[in-house]
């Protein structure tokens, strides 16, 4: 039977193959955009049309992310293939996360709008590139109306009862205990949400409309651009980053060895050097 491989198999599996002996800090970053992205696509054809589509489609999402007040930081910009994908945007919150604002969600909306936003201000077309994006943000501004309770017009309720596999934890069908009527409004809060998101995105790359030029043109030029350079291209320095604490060895302690006990079978614990 085959099992899926974790993060932590991957990045040993990838260090194996380029015949490395121990796991570097690139190996773990590239196992989690495997299991995230999908696997490179280098042998893909793509034209140079194409690559620039590409390229401002996936500026747009970084720079509305960075850009927006509950965004999470910008960590990889790609326009290599990955998966299904022409290119890609990671981004990675800088500490773990359980609880969602609306805030959050809306943002997260607004970000995700943000390739398509792009692609119709730049080049006056829309494409289906953004049909994964679509289907995210749909999904994300319906759960907040009828799971999270975050639509002020419909209160604090939930609407559908989800029956689920319990073993592979998929959604299987929506029992709906809510009338005609109510699934009107709740048809009409998703689109207004998806609309201002989408609105919100294009008002965000039209007012840095250079900065998307940049990034968008640095992408065409190097095909990926990690965090610390998406940050240059802002006009913006990195974080510093965080000095290892280095913890000294616990000194060993135990009965000094003396030569009366050399020839014995005891095992006995030798003393710690004096510090210099």
């Given at each position: 039977?085959?099992?899926?491989?974790?993060?932590?198999?991957?990045?040993?599996?990838?260090?194996?193959?380029?015949?490395?002996?121990?796991?570097?800090?690139?190996?773990?970053?590239?196992?989690?955009?495997?299991?995230?992205?999908?696997?490179?696509?280098?042998?893909?054809?793509?034209?140079?049309?194409?690559?620039?589509?590409?390229?401002?489609?996936?500026?747009?999402?970084?720079?509305?992310?960075?850009?927006?007040?509950?965004?999470?930081?910008?960590?990889?910009?790609?326009?290599?293939?990955?998966?299904?994908?022409?290119?890609?945007?990671?981004?990675?919150?800088?500490?773990?996360?359980?609880?969602?604002?609306?805030?959050?969600?809306?943002?997260?909306?607004?970000?995700?709008?943000?390739?398509?936003?792009?692609?119709?201000?730049?080049?006056?077309?829309?494409?289906?590139?953004?049909?994964?994006?679509l289907e995210h943000v749909t999904r994300n501004a319906r759960a907040m109306v009828t799971r999270f309770g975050m639509s002020d017009k419909l209160g604090p309720m939930m609407f559908g009862q989800k029956e689920e596999m319990i073993f592979l934890g998929r959604e299987i069908s929506e029992q709906r205990d809510y009338s005609e009527a109510v699934a009107?409004?709740?048809?009409?809060?998703?689109?207004?949400?998806?609309?201002?998101?989408?609105?919100?995105?294009?008002?965000?790359?039209?007012?840095?409309?250079?900065?998307?030029?940049?990034?968008?043109?640095?992408?065409?030029?190097?095909?990926?651009?990690?965090?610390?350079?998406?940050?240059?291209?802002?006009?913006?320095?990195?974080?510093?980053?965080?000095?290892?604490?280095?913890?000294?060895?616990?000194?060993?302690?135990?009965?000094?060895?003396?030569?009366?006990?050399?020839?014995?079978?005891?095992?006995?614990?030798?003393?710690?050097?004096?510090?210099?």
């Amino acid at each position: 039977m085959a099992v899926e491989p974790t993060a932590t198999g991957k990045r040993r599996i990838l260090a194996a193959r380029k015949n490395k002996k121990t796991i570097s800090n690139n190996d773990m970053q590239e196992a989690i955009e495997r299991l995230v992205l999908g696997p490179e696509r280098r042998s893909r054809v793509i034209s140079e049309s194409e690559r620039q589509l590409t390229a401002y489609h996936e500026a747009g999402h970084a720079l509305v992310g960075h850009l927006l007040p509950n965004g999470d930081p910008v960590r990889k910009v790609t326009i290599m293939p990955r998966g299904m994908s022409g290119g890609s945007t990671l981004f990675l919150p800088e500490e773990d996360i359980n609880y969602v604002t609306r805030s959050r969600i809306k943002d997260r909306i607004v970000m995700a709008l943000a390739g398509r936003a792009a692609e119709e201000i730049v080049f006056s077309e829309i494409t289906t590139g953004a049909s994964s994006d679509l289907e995210h943000v749909t999904r994300n501004a319906r759960a907040m109306v009828t799971r999270f309770g975050m639509s002020d017009k419909l209160g604090p309720m939930m609407f559908g009862q989800k029956e689920e596999m319990i073993f592979l934890g998929r959604e299987i069908s929506e029992q709906r205990d809510y009338s005609e009527a109510v699934a009107e409004e709740i048809d009409q809060e998703v689109r207004a949400i998806v609309n201002w998101a989408y609105d919100e995105a294009r008002r965000v790359i039209r007012e840095n409309r250079s900065k998307l030029e940049v990034v968008a043109k640095r992408l065409l030029e190097v095909e990926t651009i990690d965090g610390d350079e998406f940050l240059a291209l802002m006009g913006e320095a990195p974080p510093p980053r965080p000095v290892p604490k280095v913890i000294p060895p616990a000194p060993v302690t135990g009965t000094p060895v003396s030569d009366a006990d050399e020839g014995s079978d005891r095992p006995t614990l030798g003393t710690a050097p004096s510090p210099a």
